[in-house]
């Protein structure tokens, strides 16, 4: 074993709990900010059709990314259910479920980390290195997370929309 795979064997689970003590403290009560539920929707929003624009020749990847994307929804409408609302003097605030944010995002976590191992294992052989959109599984869980995270933010700024409405009828 060389050093460097012993660096990795350490660093990993180093970075695997900063990562996921950082999405922890992004799962906490949030000031609802409208240009960050736009920039969110956007952002997931691309993370599912530019992929999708490259995977015309790739049916099984294609497939993947769009179940991933849909049950991905279905998670953000339930994560959705789950938040709490609150409207204070100082402002618009939710509370996601932690523990469904985290886990969403755990999973393409976990495998972008999985395909940098696989990554680092091929090098000094001939084999090619994968590419992001080459396993269904990858897209799957790219799916899974940008169609949850861009159903939250849909599903904020209608609430948002929801506030300033009843604010207009008063």
């Known amino acids: 074993m060389t050093v460097t795979t012993l660096a990795l064997i350490v660093l990993v689970p180093v970075l695997v ?4 003590s950082r ?3 992004q799962m ?5 900010i409208m240009s960050r539920h736009y920039t969110g929707l956007l952002v997931f929003g691309a993370m ?3 992929p999708a624009a490259s995977l015309a020749g790739q ?15 279905l998670l953000g409408v339930y994560g959705l259910r789950r938040t709490r609302f609150s409207d204070t003097d100082e402002g618009y605030y939710f509370t996601p479920d932690p523990r469904l944010g985290v886990l969403i995002a755990m999973v393409l976590v976990a495998r972008v ?17 994968p590419r992001f959109s080459d396993s269904p599984l990858t897209m799957y869980c790219l799916g899974l997370t940008a169609g949850y995270f861009a159903t939250y933010s849909a599903g904020l ?6 506030k300033r409405k009843e604010i207009g009828r008063m």
């Open 157 to 162: 700024m209608r609430w948002r929309m929801q």
């Open 17 to 20: 709990w900063r990562i996921y």
């Open 113 to 129: 980390i999985y395909l940098g191992i696989e990554i680092y294992m091929n090098q000094g052989s001939n084999q090619p290195n």
């Open 28 to 32: 906490q009560r949030q000031r609802s």
């Open 48 to 50: 599912v059709l530019v």
């Open 59 to 73: 049916a099984y990847a294609l497939v993947a990314l769009a179940g991933g994307a849909v049950f991905g929804i």
């Open 23 to 25: 999405l922890k403290t």
